[in-house]
């Protein structure tokens, strides 16, 4: 089924709040494009964001826009609701990326909760939510 929203309670969609060393990811986000933090010293990719690399202790890190392709290393299905602005059945799904240590945790675009599998190819795509957020989910490759 996918994620479908409640356009009713889009009202209530409130901005991320983003500390400072999160404030990259966010503004790529409004740009409809996905980056993920790399340490310049280690080479080792970041996310969540953080302020400091967690391998090597360096603080010189960079965004780097990433592939946006990765595949499902888990997921569930909800069928109550937890939010009124999400309609049940939704999915959140735990993609592992293509850039190496990536976790992305974020929800169905397209597909149906049946179909998912461990491994499954999927991409990212960009869902507006209203004029100003575009959020990142995810859409199987076909």
């Known amino acids: 089924m996918a994620l479908e929203l409640n356009r009713r309670y889009l009202k209530y969609f409130f901005e991320p709040v983003a500390e400072s060393f999160e404030e990259g990811f966010w503004e790529a986000v409004k740009q409809k494009k996905l ?21 090597c202790h360096s603080y010189d890190l960079e965004w780097v826009k990433s592939s946006g392709k990765g595949s499902i290393y888990s997921w569930v299905v909800f069928t109550r609701e937890v939010n009124p602005l999400y309609r049940v059945p939704f999915e959140v799904v735990l993609v592992e990326m293509e850039e190496k240590g990536v976790r992305f945790i974020s929800n169905m675009a397209e597909g149906n909760p049946e179909d998912l599998y461990f491994g499954m190819p999927v991409e990212v795509v960009f869902v507006d939510i209203n004029d100003e957020w575009p959020l990142p989910m995810f859409k199987p490759v076909k």
Do not use: T
């Not at 969540?48 to 391998?55: D, L």
């Open 35 to 55: 980056v993920f933090q790399r340490c310049k010293e280690c080479g080792e990719f970041l996310h969540p964001p953080r302020p400091m690399c967690h391998r």
